[in-house]
DNA sequence: CTGAAAGCGCTAACAA
DNA sequence: TTGTTAGCGCTTTCAG
């Protein structure tokens, strides 16, 4: 069975290779009784039109490609899902390519998209990624861009976010009513707006609970899983440690828990500990993990919808329509009051929608 | 800034269009200084070439697909993320496509592939493909497939895949070690060989212990987590319960903690639990989760590799290039022994790479 | 070593 | 309503 064309169908119908085309997307010109005709036809010999050739000649993909820092980390992958979701119910076909934190790799990345390749793309940038020419250039050339979550502020384009500056703010101050008085926060970047936005949350609780926010309770990790258990481990063996701490990266929380069970530190009696993060196996952990939930799923859906409804009307202006779905803080046994009996505890978990 | 092309530069250069389309990519024919002069020209305007018109004409998308159930699942984040490796360093782009478990999707998503929009396929099959002619119908297109974790035997090509009936058999045999009489075996499909040969090695284990293997012990999970939540309460609330249980999918141990909590269950001392799981959190679970971890990235980046020299090399003979990776059992507090001191416990945490 | 020409499979004017 | 024609941008013989 050889590849079978348009032009091989129209020989065999005694037709145009145009009339082909037209009737097979339904071309409001051609006889009702041709276009059955070639329907049947094209679905008995199993016809497939060349996505390739025709995006050729149309300059459209039907593509759109997805840049993300990495997948193994639950708000991607579920990002990813919904991203997924709307582009199969929309027909397009989605590229994935993982910058593994490299800026280095994204410039790669967004340069090849320079081609034509993809329609459309949404975007989380890298921790590195502070120069960002490479953004701009694509943005240039007129390529719908729609970031979420890592934002780029510089390029004006549309943005899904979550309340990061509150979510910042809420946890902070659950924390300090939960009676911590130095709080540490663990950030993966000084210049991500994302990060910055939670820390500043984060200032900002401790100003207006009337507490002193030192530089030295931030504290930036890095890529590296083992670097930062030796960081951690520092910080947390101190003499003057904290006794609250803020990871705002999923994959440290299990860094944080292994440190505190190898020195022996009791969570939360010796250090009351919450995580951005959308593990679901936070309600299972040893003690239950007190998160804020950003909703990965609804950004990624949103973001995907976005960037196809941009590429539909080319009369939206992506600038307007930027999107700030609010994260949820499910507090659970990790950061509660010390001396709280298991069964009162139970009665204080509440999950609060962040606003 | 327009698009530019091949033709632009040529005319540009004063050159034919065929001589900067061999002088871009090295043809050996070309004179050194024409080839130097190509190519710097072609970097100072940002030459990209159109990947649709370099596909349409070659018959080669330099493009992938990667079919899978779910995203959500650390061990297809993590495999994903050893397909993109390799992709990447490869020059390959990566489609994504997701089934969520629908036999139907996967169909659909399988036909798309007769355009001959990819030169390869990666994909783990759904719980409910049974019928495998789309996958077959694709093969006979002369398509190079690999299967990675979830395979379908019908189609005769490369399977990457774990030791998973000796993995089944390994961490029952620790349950029986550890105490257990009545052993549950949560599984998803009746027909996936990955579960088939877990289930087998269960059930060998059993039989080499001289227990019975009941049919009533296996236990067909859903893809729906409040069935499964109920399924698994009713089942562990019998008065003739198991005291112990194997989860065969990662996301099942959240429910398993669950209900086990829910219902006053205390791991391990009243059952005890195990899962095949790539989850980072396994080891600050409460209590720390016994797991079987597949190779999940290796066994990406083993596909992936496998496909790109079956692309390469036309002559390579998928049918004889399967690969087994052995999967680790890693022992933790869930199933240890009733009655040993934590700190012994801690002794006895073991990793154990299956064989 | 370089160029002319044909064509990958499809779409979109424009004719008929 | 259908067919003719001219490409989309690139690769690849085959001549020069």
Not at 203 to 217: N, P, R
Not at 276 to 294: E, K, R, Y
Not at 300 to 318: I, V
Not at 343 to 353: S, V
């Amino acid at each position: 069975m050889s590849i079978i064309t348009i032009k091989q169908i129209a020989r065999d119908l005694g037709l145009s290779i145009a009339t082909i085309s037209k009737a097979l997307r339904d071309g409001h010109d051609i006889g009702e009784e041709t276009k059955k005709r070639v329907r049947a036809y094209a679905l008995s010999v199993n016809y497939t039109p060349n996505p390739y050739a025709s995006s050729l000649r149309k300059r459209k993909s039907k593509t759109i490609a997805v840049v993300l820092p990495e997948v193994t980390d639950s708000f991607f992958s579920k990002a990813i899902n919904g991203i997924e979701v709307v582009a199969q119910m929309k027909g397009y076909h989605v590229l994935i390519y993982l910058s593994h934190e490299s800026l280095l790799r994204e410039q790669s990345i967004l340069k090849d998209f320079q081609s034509g390749r993809v329609d459309g793309v949404l975007m989380s940038i890298t921790t590195e990624t502070e120069c960002n020419s490479h953004i701009q250039e694509l943005h240039a050339r007129g390529i719908p861009i729609v970031f979420f979550d890592r934002v780029c502020n510089e390029i004006d384009t549309a943005k899904i976010t979550t309340n990061d500056f509150e979510s910042g703010y809420a946890v902070t101050s659950h924390l300090l009513e939960s009676g911590c008085n130095k709080i540490g926060f663990l950030t993966i970047s000084n210049c991500l707006p994302i990060c910055m936005k939670r820390s500043a949350g984060y200032k900002k609780a401790l100003i207006d609970h009337h507490m002193e926010s030192k530089e030295s309770d931030m504290i930036l990790c890095s890529n590296n899983e083992e670097e930062n258990y030796t960081l951690i481990k520092k910080i947390l063996s101190q003499k003057k440690r904290p006794n609250g701490i803020i990871a705002s990266v999923e994959k440290l929380s299990t860094t944080i828990y292994q440190v505190c069970k190898d020195i022996g530190l009791q969570i939360p009696n010796d250090i009351k500990v919450v995580c951005f993060s959308n593990q679901s196996t936070a309600a299972i952990l040893n003690p239950s993990l007190t998160t804020v939930t950003q909703p990965a799923f609804e950004m990624g859906k949103t973001a995907a919808a976005l960037l196809f409804k941009a590429l539909e009307k080319t009369n939206l202006d992506l600038t307007k329509e930027s999107v700030i779905i609010p994260s949820t803080l499910h507090i659970r046994e990790s950061s509660v009051l010390a001396g709280i009996s298991k069964t009162k505890n139970k009665l204080l978990q509440k999950e609060i929608l962040i606003s």
